[in-house]
């Protein structure tokens, strides 16, 4: 018996130290999806929560050795639902590297326009649901408002709301439609006043900064060496973005900055680098910077084709290749080996959120129950994602 | 009850209830009907507030809410209330079926016996109880005994979670809300519910929250901790929905799931009638005076007309605040355990002490030097008048003009609605 417990034993008798097992999940509102927590909990406070993950698993790396190369363009949507650009885009920089395809500047401009769009809306999600699972309802809808405005103007871009099969092989499937980019400025503006407007109803309300502030801290170094990725290592005060440090596609060309974490609650209210209320205010930030790019993109978008000239049966020669995008959750890789057929050899995704799954235990310790909601919330976490 | 049966009959009907040879029959028949009117008040207006609720939240988050049964959807709570009628009424195998069974009953008995005592107009209430606040506190206690035998008798842990999160929550609370309400009992000097408001006037620098700077603070601590009390946002920790699924009602459905939702929104007429009796001036109608009432008594001659005017008067004052709690449940966030206790216990519960204790003195001061006077109602043209309106135009038309401007600045900034984008 640890010393500890025999101090409790001591003080509150016999059968004081025992805790309950809480079965968090799969189907608990605020998980996210389809996970399972199994919380060791003393009362309200947690002694630790171990993440369970494995319920929305659908062989999608498999799915991947088993159908063409464009074929399975379609199945990296569900990668990431939330953020399905990315897994498109994702997939396709890495067979074009198998294939030795460029796609052209156009192509790459509206790569660089839908994935951050797709960026707004996933991270639009994310603070609505973090807003939610605090406890204020009210910043959900708002939220998913402004994702409707998103989501119409991708599927006037490419027919698709959720999962967009838009990046192909060599290039993207679609061109802009006629009048788009007017409509795009139109939500842009629209959508800076929504911004202001969102800070003044959750980011500075009072109640949602002292629940956040000081919650979870994870240190730059302890994010690095959990391999956090994206707003949530960024928010532990690491300047890593992929788009500044590994530029790719039409990134080069565009300037923006990368938020960082840094204590956005204020000292008096408790606020470190690296906690919860850090990790929510970054995402605000970088939904600013994506507008900025979109700006940006649209007035700098090259004329010319949008799709390389790819061969209509990809069959890349013999080779492996990987890819890294900048997802809203994060940096994703992509890892194809190609043995010279149809289809893939092997197809693996490296994804942000099964990353984050694994800190939580080790942040667990000493977290209430309402924080774990908050912790899951502010690392953004989709179960699809982790399992894939 | 029996005195407003026989005012009733000695002042509108001219006959005098002891002559009659049934008297205590008719008090027996006017009784139950009277029982029956509150409790099916009570269920109405819950019902109707779920809905109303529903649309202002629907309106706050730009959504439509519930606007096909009925017009606007005003029906919206009898479908509900016909839908969980005829739902199964589960009971886990594992629960303990007896206090599982009793639990909803705990909740609605300290729910409906509170309207023994809730005026709702001049003379309208059931009793004119001498200890109706005393009361009204010990009735509402009842609910989180039902709540905690709820969570228990659920062998759920969830439910556990809530039931004990809503024991240590409404009994901390408590204890600043039995302070502060003796604020206006000191300043009444009766517990008295209809004292109490008699010894308010009618307008609004005549309520008790612009008399005192004690008043004034009284008033949002006791808000604070009846929103608490009622386990309202930002206090609704004991169903907190993102954390604890549905806290103590989890494994409720059918008819007794019911009973809880009723309490629940029923509750807001109790807090805001209670904050409208002990604050708010009560029924007290702008402009009928003390002395006039008086003198209408005296010669058995309140006009039939004011007992309507003062009803009305309280319910536009109770529906008000009952609207500004519905705005704060779905404008904050939640506070967490350990916010919610040192909320209570480290500011709420010091501040109500020093209140009691200031109002106390005060009263006793202003005793010593004006007497029997210093209870008087002072008219707006004297010097405690003018200190009185003073307070009311610093304390309650500044902040309120303060209010709406930011508001519609907010507003002007967006747009009240949103600039429809959609379907270009």
């Known amino acids: 018996m640890a010393l500890e417990q025999i101090v409790i034993t001591r003080k509150f008798g016999p059968g004081a130290e025992e805790e309950m097992i809480l079965n968090m999940g799969p189907q608990h509102p605020s998980t996210h999806g389809v996970i399972n927590f199994i919380v060791h909990a003393d009362g309200e406070v947690m002694k630790k929560a171990v993440p369970e993950v494995g319920y929305l698993h659908r062989s999608i790396e498999k799915i991947g050795e088993l159908v063409t190369f464009s074929g399975f363009m379609p199945y990296t949507d569900r990668v990431d639902y939330v953020a399905a650009m990315f897994a498109n885009e994702g997939y396709a920089v890495a067979v074009e590297k198998l294939l030795g395809v460029a796609p052209p500047a156009r192509a790459q401009y509206l790569r660089a326009i839908s994935c951050e769009l797709n960026r707004i809306a996933s991270h639009l999600v994310a603070v609505g649901t973090m807003a939610m699972d605090i406890g204020a309802v009210t910043p959900f809808p708002y939220a998913l408002r402004e994702r409707e405005y998103v989501n119409d103007l991708i599927e006037a871009l490419c027919g698709a709301r959720l999962t967009y099969n838009y990046h192909r092989i060599g290039g993207v499937a679609f061109d802009l439609p006629p009048d788009w980019a007017p409509n795009c400025h139109r939500f842009l503006d629209h959508f800076d006043r929504i911004l202001d407007e969102w800070d003044r109803l959750i980011s500075l309300n009072e109640i949602f900064v002292r629940r956040l502030a000081g919650l979870a801290v994870i240190p730059g170094p302890m994010a690095i060496d959990y391999g956090l990725v994206g707003p949530n290592l960024r928010a532990s005060g690491v300047d890593y973005d992929l788009r500044k440090v590994h530029p790719y596609g039409a990134y080069p060309d565009f300037e923006f900055k990368v938020p960082v974490g840094k204590g956005f609650a204020g000292k008096n209210r408790g606020g470190q680098v690296g906690d919860c209320y850090d990790r929510f205010y970054c995402r605000v930030l970088e939904m600013r910077e994506s507008v900025s790019i979109v700006r940006q993109a649209l007035h700098k978008i090259p004329e010319g084709e949008w799709m390389a000239k790819v061969p209509r049966k990809v069959k890349p020669p013999g080779g492996e290749a990987q890819s890294r995008v900048e997802s809203a959750r994060g940096e994703m890789a992509y890892y194809v080996v190609s043995d010279g057929g149809e289809k893939a050899a092997r197809v693996r995704v490296r994804t942000g959120s099964f990353m984050a799954m694994g800190i939580i235990e080790d942040l667990s310790p000493g977290l209430m129950i309402a924080d774990l909601v908050a912790l899951i919330a502010s690392l953004d976490v989709v179960a699809p994602e982790i399992d894939r | ?424």
């Open chain 2, 1 to 424: 009850m029996r005195e407003f049966l026989d005012e009733i009959i000695r002042d509108r009907l001219g006959q005098d209830p002891a002559s009659w040879a049934l008297t205590q029959g008719v008090y027996l028949v006017a009784m139950m009907a009277a029982g029956i009117a509150l409790t099916t008040f009570g269920a109405l207006f819950a019902g109707l507030t779920s809905w109303w609720e529903r649309r202002i939240a629907a309106r706050m988050q730009s959504r439509v809410g519930p606007n096909r049964v009925g017009p606007q959807g005003i029906l919206q709570f009898l479908a509900d209330a016909l839908k969980l009628l005829v739902k199964e009424d589960l009971i886990s195998s594992a629960s303990d079926r007896w206090l599982f069974r009793a639990a909803p009953y705990f909740v609605v008995a300290g729910f409906a016996l509170t309207f023994v005592v809730l005026p709702f107009g001049y003379h309208l209430s059931a009793t004119r109880m001498n200890v109706g606040l005393f009361y009204v506190l010990s009735v509402t206690a009842l609910v989180v005994v039902g709540i905690l035998i709820s969570g228990w008798a659920s062998n759920s842990k969830w439910a556990l979670f809530g039931g004990i999160r809503a024991a240590a929550q409404v009994v901390s609370y408590e204890i600043p809300a039995g302070l502060v309400i003796l604020v206006p009992v000191l300043m009444a000097g009766s517990l008295n519910l209809h004292d109490i408001i008699r010894a308010q006037g009618g307008w609004p620098w005549d309520w008790y929250l612009f008399q005192t700077p004690m008043g004034y603070a009284g008033f949002f601590i006791l808000f604070v901790a009846l929103l608490a009390e009622g386990n309202r946002t930002p206090f609704d920790l004991p169903e907190a929905e993102s954390e604890l699924v549905s806290g103590y009602n989890t494994e409720y459905s059918g008819m007794r799931f019911a009973y809880f939702f009723l309490t629940e929104f029923g509750n807001l007429w109790v807090m805001s009638a209670v904050m409208t009796t002990c604050f708010l001036g009560g029924w007290q109608v702008p402009g009928v005076s003390a002395e006039n009432l008086a003198r209408w008594e005296a010669l058995h001659q309140v006009p039939g007309w004011f007992y309507l005017v003062s009803a009305a008067v309280f319910c536009a004052k109770t529906l008000l605040l009952a609207n500004v709690v519905i705005w704060i449940r779905w404008t904050f966030p939640r506070v967490r355990v350990d916010q919610m206790m040192s909320l209570c216990w480290k500011y709420l519960v010091p501040a109500a002490m020093a209140l009691v204790v200031l109002a106390a003195v005060t009263e006793l001061m202003s005793f010593e030097l004006f007497g029997e006077a210093a209870r008087v109602q002072a008219p707006l043209f004297s010097l405690r008048g003018l200190i009185h309106f003073a307070f009311f135009a610093a304390g309650g038309l500044v902040p309120a003009v303060l209010f709406f401007r930011k508001t519609f600045r907010n507003i002007s900034f967006v747009g009240d609605r949103v600039r429809p984008l959609s379907n270009w």
